[in-house]
T-cell receptor, first 117, second 110 residues
Framework: EAGVAQSPRYKIIEKRQSVAFWCNPI?????LYWYQQILGQGPKLLIQ????????DSQLPKDRFSAERLKGVDSTLKIQPAKLEDSAVYLC???????????????FGPGTRLLVL | DAKTTQPNSMESNEEEPVHLPCNHS???????IHWYRQLPSQGPEYVIH???SNVNNRMASLAIAEDRKSSTLILHRATLRDAAVYYC???????????FGSGTKLNVKP
């Protein structure tokens, strides 16, 4: 079974530029999560989708970050414009149902490492 | 307001058991406890989860205190491949939220 795919793996941009990340979850997984992980910290949930609807985006900086999940499968996360403090690893994860139900397992992709100069 | 508290780091010898603690004093009866680990330069991977009773799987055991305010992840025989950051996650059912802790970096010495 293929895992969660993410691209690109690495990205270097200058501040005020735009960047987009792509995630392909495990086939059949209804729930998709985007996390931001700053060096030395635990992952922080940015947004959670259930199929193509948003369950939680309370920690997404909506003035510069946006995310969509087309047809309830693939997802893109965009930053526009980027700031220095956006330098982090962006992780995508998926699960069959929502972890909020209690017993669901999340499967993580390898992440995209973003450096903003 | 941290939902879970973990030691920053721990050290273990290879082939010995490791007990990784997590405090979650604000837990309620419907909140699940999950553990994930993250190897260097990889995404986190699932280890184990539980609600009230102790749990075992091929990777580890999870011991949950009787009052559920703390739990312990047990690796029965640590190997060098177990060196990772271990995260304790509290899934708050009533608030529809879940939180990663800051994690414990486990170092395994040969």
């Amino acid at each position: 079974e293929a895992g969660v795919a993410q691209s690109p793996r690495y990205k270097i941009i200058e501040k005020r530029q735009s960047v987009a990340f792509w995630c392909n979850p495990i086939s059949g997984h209804a729930t998709l999560y985007w996390y931001q992980q700053i060096l030395g910290q635990g992952p922080k949930l940015l947004i959670q989708f259930q199929n193509n609807g948003v369950v939680d985006d309370s920690q997404l900086p909506k003035d510069r970050f946006s995310a969509e999940r087309l047809k309830g499968v693939d997802s893109t996360l965009k930053i526009q414009p980027a700031k220095l403090e956006d330098s982090a690893v962006y992780l995508c994860a998926s699960s069959l149902g929502s972890i909020l139900a209690g017993g669901e397992t999340q499967y993580f992709g390898p992440g995209t490492r973003l450096l903003v100069l | 307001d941290a939902k879970t508290t973990q030691p920053n780091s721990m050290e273990s010898n290879e082939e010995e058991p490791v007990h990784l603690p997590c405090n979650h004093s604000t837990i309620s009866g419907t909140d699940y406890i999950h553990w994930y680990r993250q190897l260097p330069s990889q995404g986190p991977e699932y280890v184990i989860h539980g609600l009230t009773s102790n749990v075992n799987n091929r990777m580890a055991s999870l011991a949950i205190a009787e009052d559920r305010k703390s739990s312990t992840l047990i690796l029965h025989r640590a190997t060098l491949r177990d060196a990772a950051v271990y995260y304790c996650i509290l899934v708050l059912y009533n608030f529809n939220k879940f939180y990663f802790g800051s994690g414990t970096k486990l170092n395994v010495k040969p």
